[in-house]
C-alpha cells in the first residue's frame, strides 16, 4: 500500500482578514477594564467585587469580543 499523503495547512489567501468592528474594540476594552478593576480590588482584599468583575470579564466579555 502507498502512504498516504498528509493535508498540508491551505496558505492565508490574500485578502482574507480577521475583521474587528468597532464593537469588537469597545467589548475587548470593557473586558479590559472590568479585569483590571478585578485585580486591583482583588490586590485591595475585596472579596466581593472583585470576582464579579473579573467573571465577568474571563466569562462574558472577553468571549463576546472574540464572538461577535
Request: net charge positive.
Amino acid at each position: 500500500m502507498p502512504p498516504r499523503k498528509k493535508n498540508a495547512p491551505s496558505a492565508p489567501q490574500p485578502g482574507v482578514s480577521l475583521r474587528f468592528s468597532r464593537v469588537n474594540l469597545i467589548l475587548g476594552g470593557a473586558a479590559l477594564v472590568a479585569l483590571t478593576l478585578g485585580y486591583v480590588l482583588l490586590a485591595n482584599g475585596s472579596i466581593t467585587a472583585a470576582p464579579i468583575l473579573l467573571v465577568l470579564g474571563y466569562v462574558v466579555l472577553v468571549p463576546l469580543a472574540l464572538i461577535l
